[in-house]
T-cell receptor, first 114, second 113 residues
Framework: GAVVSQHPSWVICKSGTSVKIECRSL??????MFWYRQFPKQSLMLMAT?????????EQGVEKDKFLINHASLTLSTLTVTSAHPEDSSFYIC??????????FGPGTRLTVL | AQSVTQPDIHITVSEGASLELRCNYS??????LFWYVQSPGQGLQLLLK??????LVQGIKGFEAEFKRSQSSFNLRKPSVHWSDAAEYFC???????????FGAGTTVTVRA
C-alpha cells in the first residue's frame, strides 16, 4: 500500500515551453501533497505544499507563477513548470501524506530543458 | 542557520561489515527525525523515524538509529550490510512538526564484495 506515482518519469522540452508533471496517490487519499526539487548530488528542497481544494503554499524563493501547482482531487496533484528554461532542469519529486502521517514519495521526474 | 548535516558524502563498506551514517541537526527544539533511502528509479523509502520516547529506534531492513540530544545527532546504523543496501541515504527533519521536511545532502553508500 501507500504507493505514489509520477508521470512522466522523464521529459525533455525546449526552452520557453511549459511542462506538466502529475503526482498520484494510487491506493490512498492524500490530504496533503508536497513537491520537492533535487539537484544532482544535492538534497531535496521543498518547493511547495498543497492541500486538496486550496491554494498551494510555496516556500521562500520559489516563484508561484513559475511553478503552478494544482491539487484538484485527493489523489492527484500537478506541477506545471511554465516557460521552462535550462536552469529549471532538475529532478522533481512529489510526496503524499494522509492526515499528517508519514510522507510517501513518488519515484521522481527528470526534467531537461534544452 | 538551521540545517541538517550529513558529514559523509560517500561511504564504501564491505559486504557483511557494519555501517554508520552520521546526521546532525541545528534546531533549538527536538524536531521529528527521519532516515530515508533512495534507490535509482524508486521513490524515497522511510527506514525509520523518531518522534519521542526511546532514543534507539528500530527500522526496516535491519537498520536502527539513535537520537542523542546532547549531540543533536541521529546516526543510522546497520550491523551487517548487504549488497542491496547500496543506495543514497537521507536524513530529514520536521523542524516545526508541520510535516514539512528539511533534508540533509545525502550519503551515497557503496557496498563492495
Amino acid at each position: 500500500g501507500a504507493v505514489v506515482s509520477q508521470h512522466p518519469s522523464w521529459v525533455i522540452c525546449k526552452s520557453g515551453t511549459s511542462v506538466k508533471i502529475e503526482c498520484r496517490s494510487l491506493d490512498f487519499q492524500a490530504t496533503t501533497m508536497f513537491w520537492y526539487r533535487q539537484f544532482p548530488k544535492q538534497s531535496l528542497m521543498l518547493m511547495a505544499t498543497s492541500n486538496e481544494g486550496s491554494k498551494a503554499t510555496y516556500e521562500q524563493g520559489v516563484e508561484k507563477d513559475k511553478f503552478l501547482i494544482n491539487h484538484a482531487s485527493l489523489t492527484l496533484s500537478t506541477l506545471t513548470v511554465t516557460s521552462a528554461h535550462p536552469e529549471d532542469s532538475s529532478f522533481y519529486i512529489c510526496s503524499a501524506s494522509l492526515e499528517g502521517n508519514e510522507q510517501f514519495f513518488g519515484p521522481g521526474t527528470r526534467l531537461t530543458v534544452l | 542557520a538551521q540545517s541538517v548535516t550529513q558529514p559523509d558524502i560517500h561511504i564504501t563498506v564491505s559486504e557483511g561489515a557494519s555501517l554508520e551514517l552520521r546526521c546532525n541537526y541545528s534546531y533549538g527544539a527536538t524536531p521529528y527525525l527521519f532516515w530515508y533511502v533512495q534507490s535509482p528509479g524508486q521513490g524515497l523509502q522511510l527506514l525509520l523515524k523518531y518522534f519521542s520516547g526511546d532514543t534507539l529506534v528500530q527500522g526496516i531492513k535491519g537498520f536502527e538509529a539513535e537520537f542523542k540530544r546532547s549531540q543533536s545527532s541521529f546516526n543510522l546504523r546497520k550491523p551487517s550490510v548487504h549488497w542491496s543496501d547500496a543506495a543514497e541515504y537521507f536524513c530529514a527533519v520536521d523542524r516545526s512538526n508541520d510535516y514539512k521536511l528539511s533534508f540533509g545532502a545525502g550519503t551515497t553508500v557503496t557496498v563492495r564484495a
